[in-house]
């Protein structure tokens, strides 16, 4: 049964943002394995004082995308900060989303290679954009994954996410 979404913004559209900020721990990540990012949202900088009407979250408790509140159309920009701490100098990592009911999908990005050190601590903001385009991405949830080369440690920040409702 799909989720019930919002409407569209204003004839102009709607422009907010929720800035959710974790407050877990790091987590090591074994090298060439994906693995889960999560984000409670229980961040001392968490402000959800700017988001849109009618969108009251885009994530929920464990740091998945959350598109109920969303029209078809509507859009993301999700800026992510995380702390990577490699076991080897010159680390390539990269994330996905995972996204999709019936036909699973992944949006992949590299995010390059870190050549501080091993064992320098390194901080790494992305940006993401995502969309409802259909109910295959508007019924189902955002999940953030992280894979690297080799061995390390990552500590997530938190997200910010800017909400981009479209105009009717």
């Given at each position: 049964?799909?989720i ?73 920009l ?42 320098v601590?390194?901080?790494?903001v ?43």
């Amino acid at each position: 049964m799909p989720i019930s979404r919002g409407s569209g913004g204003a004839s102009g559209g709607a422009l907010g943002f929720i800035d959710y900020n974790d407050t877990g721990s790091a987590f090591s990540v074994e090298a060439d394995t994906w693995t889960t990012v999560t984000n409670n949202g229980a961040g001392a900088f968490t402000n959800k004082g700017y988001t849109v009407a009618g969108v009251p979250e885009v994530m929920d408790s464990v740091g998945r995308l959350d598109f109920q509140h969303l029209a078809l159309g509507d859009g993301l920009l999700v800026r992510t900060d995380i702390t990577v701490t490699p076991s080897v100098n010159g680390m390539s990592m990269e994330i996905r989303w995972n996204l999709g009911t019936t036909f699973p999908y992944s949006l992949s990005t590299s995010l390059g290679s870190l050549v501080d050190g091993a064992g320098v601590a390194t901080q790494v903001v992305f940006l993401s954009y995502i969309y409802a385009g259909d109910a295959n991405t508007a019924d189902g949830l955002g999940e953030l994954q992280f894979r690297s080369a080799e061995d390390c440690t990552v500590n997530n920040a938190g997200s910010a996410i800017q909400i981009l409702k479209r105009g009717s």
